[in-house]
């Protein structure tokens, strides 16, 4: 089982940047999908970002396209995900979420298995 661990939330004003941390451990030799998923009150979950640890495309949501940037560091197992000019839409828990099989540029975010214990990103007008 894979142990997920974010931080670097906090709160910003319009147009402020962040950079999310989520470190994982009990990985296993081989790759597996990553993902950055939000929630806020009374809304769905929200696949923001996910990627291949093996490499391959990037997905974003329509709504980040442009101002987040995921990426993933091997040597250090950390997923990060680099926030620019944020907006108030943007406040939400941020989880970290990790699975295996499938497609990760389409995978659904019910479909990770293991997930942290989320970031609090609050953005102020």
């Known amino acids: 089982q894979v142990q997920l661990e974010e931080s670097g939330g906090g709160s910003v004003q319009t147009g402020g940047s962040l950079r999310l941390s989520c470190v994982a451990s009990?990985?296993?030799?081989?790759?597996?999908?990553m993902g950055w998923i939000r929630q806020s009150p009374g809304k769905e979950r929200e696949t923001v970002a996910s990627?291949?640890?093996?490499?391959?495309?990037?997905y974003y949501a329509d709504s980040v396209k442009g101002r987040f940037a995921a990426s993933h560091d091997d040597a250090k197992n950390t997923l990060y995900l680099q926030m620019n000019n944020l907006e108030p839409e943007d406040t939400a828990t941020y989880y970290c979420?990790?699975?295996?099989?499938?497609?990760?540029?389409?995978?659904?975010?019910?479909?990770?298995?293991?997930w942290g214990q989320g970031t609090q990103v609050t953005v102020s007008s």
């Open positions: 990627l291949a640890t093996f490499g391959g495309p990037t």
């Open positions: 979420a990790a699975g295996f099989g499938g497609n990760c540029y389409t995978k659904a975010h019910y479909d990770y298995t293991s």
């Open positions: 009990g990985v296993t030799d081989g790759g597996y999908c």
